[in-house]
């Protein structure tokens, strides 16, 4: 079935990296935009990063440019989410999330449906 699998969460110091990924199994990623949202202790949940179907376009919370990238390898099913200079504000759990086909990751990129169900995510936490 239509199923995401996050990974690659963890225990960081302030500063730190992480390289989350977002598996894809029972469809083919390759139609899909990902959204990567993340929902910090006592927060609603948000949107940090997408990138379209082809990876030709990418959007990023404000609180996260210059510090994550996220990047899609259709071939493997996967996408990532690099995440270097942590801080402790960025302590959540992270989730991805499949939108509908043809969605762009334009200016509206941190709303709109998303594609089956929420998965368990991967917690990140950073903190020394």
């Not at 894809?24 to 949940?45: H, M, N």
């Not at 302590?91 to 509206?108: D, F, L």
Request: charged residues 15%; proline residues 5%; hydrophobic residues 30%.
């Amino acid at each position: 079935q239509f199923q995401l699998v996050e990974s690659g969460g963890g225990l960081v110091q302030p500063g730190g990296s992480l390289r989350l990924s977002c598996a894809a199994s029972g469809f083919t990623l390759d139609y899909y935009a990902i959204t990567w949202f993340r929902q910090g202790p006592g927060k609603e949940r948000e949107g940090v990063s997408c990138i379209s179907h082809s990876g030709g376009m990418t959007n990023y919370a404000d609180s996260v440019k210059g510090r994550f990238t996220i990047s899609r390898d259709n071939a493997k099913k996967t996408v990532y989410l690099q995440m270097n200079s942590l801080k402790p504000e960025d302590t959540a759990v992270y989730y991805c999330a499949a939108r509908p086909p043809r969605y762009q990751c334009g200016a509206a990129w941190t709303t709109g449906p998303i594609i089956g169900s929420w998965g368990q995510g991967t917690q990140v936490t950073v903190s020394s």
